[in-house]
């Protein structure tokens, strides 16, 4: 293939992993307090949404993406300090121009706190925030409390949908009109006598009294609770009691001093080098067939790291070698050959770092509806919208296996894309938990249907 080709799958690659890198499920200790704990869970109880989407974030923010029902996005934001998130907002559309956004981006950051808990399942959370005697609520000839209790009364179920912010101003009041098509306008009026940095600070003391007053303390050691409960059970087991309930990605970014530690705690039967922030795992292969070599690039940050998966794939014809690997492409156009090659560096690299926390960085949030089959003493089929909670629930379980994988020849059948990976989980002790796992891919070039066929090692407790 010509050089122009090797440098656009080299970009195409790259923007890939970037917009799917960062996928985000905060749990109890990532909250710099149970009280804003408390209100996240509030904001989810009030429907299902569909969280499994990229998320972005800085050392500042995060910024997080649901689906409603209908398709329609919402975006929340959460503010970091000190890597704990210390405030939640949901994302309104504007319809003025910001000409000072320092000035203005307070009142913003109120406002969509203000929609953020209007949308909760619990009204004390919009009534902490809204100080009667500072702030002036009207809606339907209603003011202050009144109107609050209304507002509440009569908000759509289960999400309050807005148009765009209109903002008004005269001489000493700043005002925000908000428009719905189910429920009357209602607007957030802020005398410019008070300052809302010190509104918003006076919350932020109340919340966290409130927090220790009343909400329990935030737990911090939940996955060694797990691991006790799952030390006796078999993989069938296991995957019988918590498929419902699998892990959830774990956030690392800033959590890694010292990267060459890490990897030595997890995966102490590998080699690691490194070159330029590039990173290498290698161990021989297994039955000197499939290999359990990773390599990515580290880019460090101020204070946090992010993982890549190395685009090391060399392409001869209609053959891609990454490592040792060589896939075998005969059957696809170079067109096809250039999209399927996007994420193989990344599908195979999460595969072989399941069992380490390596894996929360590699791992593609992907909406693939995937089936699980278990052969134990009995058949068991498990079916979920998203392969990454397998492979969560699998990493949990495969703490201490050394990993192995690798794809074999991808073919195009009956104009349809196909292809199948081997997986192998190998104890300290030799024995294996092994899987085949067949890919399906769409006319979009994306894996759309996943099957995993897993064979536990018999009676072989964790």
């Known amino acids: 293939m010509s050089n122009k080709f090797n440098k656009l799958l080299i970009m195409t690659i790259f923007v890939f992993i970037t917009i799917k890198l960062y996928g985000f499920e905060p749990k109890a200790s990532d909250f710099i307090n149970s009280y804003q704990y408390e209100l996240y869970r509030s904001w989810l109880e009030s429907e299902k949404l569909d969280g499994d989407l990229p998320a972005g974030f800085t050392s500042e923010k995060i910024v997080r993406s649901f689906l409603y029902k209908n398709g329609r996005e919402i975006n929340v934001?959460?503010?970091?300090?000190?890597?704990?998130?210390?405030?939640?907002?949901?994302?309104?559309?504007?319809?003025?121009?910001?000409?000072?956004?320092?000035?203005?981006?307070?009142?913003?950051?109120?406002?969509?706190?203000?929609?953020?808990?209007?949308?909760?399942?619990?009204?004390?959370?919009?009534?902490?925030?809204?100080?009667?005697?500072?702030?002036?609520?009207?809606?339907?000839?209603?003011?202050?409390?009144?109107?609050?209790?209304?507002?509440?009364?009569?908000?759509?179920?289960?999400?309050?949908?807005?148009?765009?912010?209109?903002?008004?101003?005269?001489?000493?009041?700043?005002?925000?009109?908000?428009?719905?098509?189910?429920?009357?306008?209602?607007?957030?009026?802020?005398?410019?006598?008070?300052?809302?940095?010190?509104?918003?600070?006076?919350?932020?003391?109340?919340?966290?009294?409130?927090?220790?007053?009343?909400?329990?303390?935030?737990?911090?050691?939940?996955?060694?609770?797990?691991?006790?409960?799952?030390?006796?059970?078999?993989?069938?087991?296991?995957?019988?009691?918590?498929?419902?309930?699998?892990?959830?990605?774990?956030?690392?970014?800033?959590?890694?001093?010292?990267?060459?530690?890490?990897?030595?705690?997890?995966?102490?039967?590998?080699?690691?080098?490194?070159?330029?922030?590039?990173?290498?795992?290698?161990?021989?292969?297994?039955?000197?067939?499939?290999?359990?070599?990773?390599?990515?690039?580290?880019?460090k940050g101020v204070d946090m790291i992010n993982i890549f998966p190395l685009n090391d794939l060399e392409l001869d014809g209609k053959k891609i070698k990454l490592g040792s690997d060589n896939i075998d492409m005969s059957s696809l156009s170079e067109t096809e050959i250039s999209h399927i090659a996007n994420y193989l560096p990344q599908l195979i690299y999460e595969h072989r770092a399941i069992g380490s926390k390596l894996m929360n960085f590699l791992l593609i949030h992907d909406e693939a509806s995937s089936t699980l089959v278990v052969y134990s003493d009995k058949r068991e089929l498990y079916e979920t919208d998203s392969y990454s909670d397998i492979l969560l629930l699998l990493n949990e379980y495969w703490n201490d296996r050394t990993v192995y994988f690798g794809i074999d020849s991808i073919k195009k059948i009956s104009g349809t894309i196909e292809f199948k990976g081997f997986l192998v989980a190998r104890t300290q002790t030799g024995s294996c938990d092994i899987a085949e796992i067949f890919f399906h891919v769409s006319k979009e070039y994306k894996i759309d249907l996943i099957m995993m066929i897993l064979h536990p090692a018999e009676n072989n407790k964790r």
């Open 77 to 299: 934001e959460y503010d970091w300090e000190n890597w704990k998130i210390s405030s939640q907002r949901e994302i309104v559309p504007f319809l003025f121009y910001i000409d000072d956004e320092q000035q203005i981006n307070s009142y913003i950051n109120f406002i969509e706190s203000f929609i953020y808990r209007l949308n909760c399942n619990d009204k004390m959370f919009i009534t902490d925030l809204v100080d009667h005697n500072k702030i002036i609520l009207e809606y339907k000839e209603q003011i202050g409390e009144n109107a609050l209790d209304l507002m509440w009364e009569e908000r759509p179920i289960p999400r309050l949908k807005l148009q765009p912010v209109e903002l008004i101003t005269n001489v000493d009041t700043l005002g925000f009109i908000f428009i719905s098509d189910k429920m009357s306008d209602f607007m957030i009026s802020f005398p410019q006598v008070y300052n809302i940095k010190e509104i918003i600070s006076e919350i932020r003391k109340c919340e966290f009294t409130k927090s220790e007053k009343y909400f329990p303390p935030i737990i911090e050691p939940e996955k060694e609770e797990i691991k006790t409960q799952i030390k006796d059970l078999t993989l069938a087991e296991y995957i019988r009691n918590y498929f419902e309930t699998p892990p959830r990605r774990e956030l690392l970014h800033n959590k890694i001093k010292d990267i060459h530690e890490f990897l030595a705690l997890e995966f102490p039967n590998h080699s690691i080098s490194n070159e330029k922030n590039i990173w290498y795992l290698e161990i021989d292969k297994f039955e000197d067939k499939l290999d359990g070599d990773i390599s990515f690039e580290l880019e």
